[in-house]
């Protein structure tokens, strides 16, 4: 079974452009999640979907970040615009249902901001 | 402020030893508490989870302990293996959110 897929699996860009980070979930699966993974804040929740809507974006840093979730196949992480501050490996995660069920992580997008 | 902590950054283990890495954490809402292992250039894997209401889960060499008294969990990997080596990561969960420890580091020495 495919796993949480993730893409890019790199990203280098210059401070400014948009960034668009993308993440397919395991079939199923109805809630999803992103993080962000750096070696100050370690793994840092970052906002999570339940049944496509969006249920806690505490985590989510400043408007420059945003996540959209149209359907229940695909999600998406976007920066506008992006800061070297925003390096990091962002990872994706999703899970059934249900109290106590684990989250399953994709192999994360390793972004680097010039 | 920190609600899952793990105080150790590495650990070195002799294979074929017991491995024993620590979390303690702040917050009584926590319902489940999960271990996460992590190879570089991966996303985090999912090893064993304990419910807050047991005080022992196991699954073959992997062992989670919970005692709630003192807001700790440990997971027992037993005996070591070369492959065990990578970062690992206690969890908790209140709801659908994971709160992650900062990670312990593991070496298996052959």
């Known amino acids: 079974d495919a796993g949480v897929i993730q893409s890019p699996r790199h990203e280098v860009t210059e401070m400014g452009q948009e960034v668009t980070l993308r993440c397919k979930p395991i079939s199923g699966h109805n809630s999803l999640f992103w993080y962000r993974q750096t070696m100050m804040r370690g793994l840092e929740l970052l906002i999570y979907f339940n049944n496509n809507v969006p249920i806690d974006d505490s985590g989510m840093p400043e408007d420059r970040f945003s996540a959209k979730m149209p359907n229940a196949s695909f999600s998406t992480l976007k920066i506008q615009p992006s800061e070297p501050r925003d390096s990091a490996v962002y990872f994706c995660?999703?899970?059934?249902?249900?109290?106590?069920?684990?989250?399953?992580f994709g192999d994360g997008t390793r972004l680097s901001i010039l | 402020d920190q609600q899952v902590k793990q105080n150790s950054p590495s650990l070195s283990v002799q294979e074929g030893r017991i491995s024993i890495l620590n979390c303690d954490y702040t917050?009584?809402?926590?319902?489940?508490f999960l271990w996460y292992k992590k190879y570089p250039a991966e996303g985090p894997t999912f090893l064993i989870s304990?419910?807050?209401?047991?005080d022992k889960n196991e699954d073959g060499r992997f062992t989670v302990f919970l005692n709630k008294s003192a807001k700790h969990l440990s997971l027992h990997i037993v005996p070591s293996q070369p492959g065990d080596s990578a970062v690992y990561f206690c969890a908790a969960s209140e709801g659908e959110k994971l709160t992650f420890g900062t990670g312990t580091r593991l070496t298996i020495i052959p």
């Open positions: 304990i419910s807050s209401i047991k």
């Open positions: 995660a999703s899970k059934p249902t249900g109290s106590g069920q684990p989250q399953h």
């Open positions: 917050n009584s809402m926590f319902d489940y």
